[in-house]
């Protein structure tokens, strides 16, 4: 269970980083962070949540649904 709350809140923070690069995006303000500091640190999470399922799903602490058929 903690696996899995640990997934969602990984997620939740590459949501997060999109919105604010997003919202730096709409701002235009040359003065502010680089939005490109937000989505770098996006695609870097997604690549570690990526990393961590398949680790996971080697070591048995996840199992994937049956097929349904």
């Known amino acids: 269970m903690l696996i ?3 997934l969602i809140a990984l997620l939740l923070f590459i949501v997060f980083n999109l919105f604010r690069a ?3 995006m ?3 303000d040359p ?3 680089s939005m490109s500091k937000f989505l770098g640190r ?3 999470v997604s690549v570690i ?3 961590f399922i398949v680790m ?3 070591m048995g602490w996840i199992s994937p649904h049956q ?3």
């Open 4 to 6: 899995k709350l640990l």
């Open 49 to 51: 949540v990526m990393m």
């Open 22 to 24: 997003l919202w730096l």
């Open 56 to 58: 996971a799903l080697t």
């Open 42 to 44: 996006r695609v870097l």
């Open 67 to 69: 097929r349904p058929y």
């Open 26 to 28: 709409l701002k235009n």
């Open 31 to 33: 003065e502010k962070v």
